[in-house]
Nanobody
Framework: QVQLVESGGGLVQPGGSLRLSCAASGSIFRINAMAWYRQAPGKQREFIAS???????NYADSVKGRFTISRDNAKNMVSMQMNSLKPEDTAVYYC??????????????????WGQGTLVTVSS
């Protein structure tokens, strides 16, 4: 069983900063890409940022220059530093990861895992 647990959400004023973290635990052989998504009230879940196991990153245009994703492979963690926050950044933020588990000595399985989400509210 593999799970992702996010932390770091909360209430922040416009222009402020927050740092989200996500820790993976369980029977993990390897983690491929890790990413952050968000879902605002009444909207579909959208991609925010991702990072590969070797550190390549990708960002949505809406957060480029403001958000920075990083990961610690040794700790199976991914973080996202969010600066210059705007009211439109208000959403539930979800961690996502492609996790490889080992079912037997020569059999592996890749799972897409989601965290439970953490709420970020940007408001004065």
């Amino acid at each position: 069983q593999v799970q992702l647990v996010e932390s770091g959400g909360g209430l922040v004023q416009p222009g402020g900063s927050l740092r989200l973290s996500c820790a993976a635990s369980g029977s993990i052989f390897r983690i491929n890409a890790m990413a952050w998504y968000r879902q605002a009230p009444g909207k579909q879940r959208e991609f925010i940022a991702s990072t590969t196991s070797d550190g390549n990153t990708n960002y949505a245009d809406s957060v480029k220059g403001r958000f920075t994703i990083s990961r610690d492979n040794a700790k199976n963690m991914v973080s996202m530093q969010m600066n210059s926050l705007k009211p439109e950044d208000t959403a539930v933020y979800y961690c996502n990861a492609g996790v490889v588990t080992r079912e037997s000595p020569f059999r592996y399985k890749t799972l897409e895992i989601w965290g439970q989400g953490t709420l970020v509210t940007v408001s004065s």
